[in-house]
């Protein structure tokens, strides 16, 4: 755990020059953003505890209810929400653990810009917080039969607890090995592209002639777990990634020759003589595309399958085969309904109680927002929370929860 930064407790008692207090008892919070007012907790049905969204724009003095994309906050009794940047919204929701309360509205960022033209509306996306580390995913790309399933099997096999794979949706039919919702999520192609519509994909592809995507879900499934996400992707999913929010490392599989790779693709068995062709018709494609500048981080040969393994375990700084302990983090810390916030720069101040009550350190804690990545449609990942703590001589010092 790296060293938790100070956070000068004294300076709560004042005035606060940069940040303010706001209850989470009320179910409405409304924040003013330009000539914007986005009112949060407003619902149409209150008894559901969705957290709705209205937007009243002052300059046509009208209410608007936008759109709204990402994964969803479930039913919540009372929240805080506090204006992170004219891009996004930092909402907590009360009477809930660490690992459920910290989620982001965004107003205004990259994704939610591209969507307004997209859907020609009013458009706003979750984005949930998860307080971690945030090791980048890992996107594994190359032609068909490379290796790279192989590969990232025996690295989930070494490393159970550290990785966790992000389970693809696709249109082509199952092979007989391969488990719904394990190997794919086998899906219809008119459902995929109405899922495609509604957003609900980071990226997807025609692939061989079929629909591949990678859904926001699958990704934030792995996050959630607390496990680094490996992705397999084709090199056009890899591009559209490259384009996206995900911040990721991204790897390139290389065959030692062409021949090999065909040899690979026949000696597996899963494919018809026409499949494979095609397969190889499209691996030319991407073997010239794996080396357009930018796209790729890393170019590995896959020609002895222990070699290159290693050659993967090293880059990722795994080489010496221990699999490291999570960093512990303090999920499990419940918010209480009645809580307050405040902002210094990129730490929120959170009090456990009414502002007008005597703060107490064990009460409060801080969560730094200075390393955040990623963002909607995805989860936003490197928070980092601990307790404020004032040390007896006075000076300032913070310590992480146990
Ligand atoms: N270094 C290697 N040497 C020889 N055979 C290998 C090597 N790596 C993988 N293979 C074999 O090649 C075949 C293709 O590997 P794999 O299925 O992992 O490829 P892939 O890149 O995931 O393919 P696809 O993109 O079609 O899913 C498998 O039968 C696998 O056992
Ligand atoms: N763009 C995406 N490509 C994907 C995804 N999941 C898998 N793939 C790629 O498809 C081909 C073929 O896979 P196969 O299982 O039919 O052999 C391979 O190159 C995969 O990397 C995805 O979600 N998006």
């Given at each position: ?5 100070a956070?000068?407790v ?31 907790g ?13 937007v ?20 919540s ?14 909402v ?33 996306a979750?984005?949930?917080?998860v ?5 980048k ?53 008119s ?7 509604d957003a ?7 692939v061989?002639?079929?629909l ?14 607390g496990k680094r ?15 996206s ?9 290389s ?13 597996r068995?899963?494919?018809?003589e ?36 290693e ?44 502002p ?47």
């Amino acid at each position: 755990m790296g060293e938790a930064p100070a956070f000068i407790v004294d300076d709560l008692h004042g005035n606060f020059p940069n940040g303010l207090f706001l209850k989470s008892k009320s179910r409405e919070t409304a924040l003013n953003i330009g000539d914007r007012t986005y009112v949060i907790g407003a619902t149409e049905n209150e008894s559901s505890g969705i957290i709705g969204i209205r937007v009243f724009d002052k300059s046509t003095c009208e209410w608007v209810i936008p759109t709204v994309l990402g994964t969803k906050p479930g039913p919540s009794k009372g929240q805080s929400a506090i204006l992170l940047d004219e891009d996004r919204i930092l909402v907590i929701k009360g009477n809930s653990t660490f690992d459920d309360c910290f989620w982001f509205l965004e107003i205004n960022t990259a994704f939610v810009r591209e969507q307004k033209v997209r859907l020609g509306k009013e458009v706003v996306a979750w984005s949930k917080g998860v307080v971690s580390e945030g090791d980048k995913p890992i996107v594994i790309s190359g032609p068909s039969g490379v290796g790279k399933g192989t590969l990232i099997s025996k690295l989930m096999q070494e490393f159970p607890s550290m990785f966790g794979f992000s389970v693809s949706h696709t249109t082509r039919a199952p092979r007989s090995n391969e488990q719904n919702g394990v190997h794919y999520h086998f899906t219809e192609r008119s459902v995929m592209e109405k899922e495609i519509d509604d957003a609900k994909f980071l990226e997807f592809a025609a692939v061989h002639g079929n629909l591949y995507g990678t859904s926001v879900e699958a990704v934030d499934v792995v996050a959630d777990k607390g496990k680094r996400c490996i992705l397999d992707i084709d090199v056009q999913g890899a591009r559209s990634m490259r384009a996206s929010s995900l911040e990721a490392i991204f790897i390139f599989i290389s065959p030692p020759s062409f021949e090999e790779l065909e040899k690979r693709l026949c000696a597996r068995g899963t494919e018809t003589e026409e499949q494979i062709q095609k397969r190889l018709r499209n691996a030319k494609v991407e073997l010239e595309q794996g080396n357009t500048p930018g796209l790729f981080d890393h170019i590995l040969v896959n020609d002895d399958l222990v070699t290159c393994y290693e050659n993967l375990k090293k880059l990722l700084g795994l080489n010496h085969g221990v699999e490291t302990t999570q960093k512990s983090v303090p999920n499990l810390i419940h918010v209480p309904l009645e809580h307050s916030v405040a902002r210094i720069d990129q730490k929120i101040l959170i009090n456990f109680g009414a502002p007008e009550q005597e703060k107490s350190s064990q009460n409060m804690f801080v969560l730094n927002l200075s390393s955040i990545k990623g963002g909607a449609p995805a989860r936003t990942r490197g928070l980092s929370i601990y307790a404020a703590e004032q040390s007896r001589n006075g000076t300032t010092d913070s310590k992480m929860p146990s």
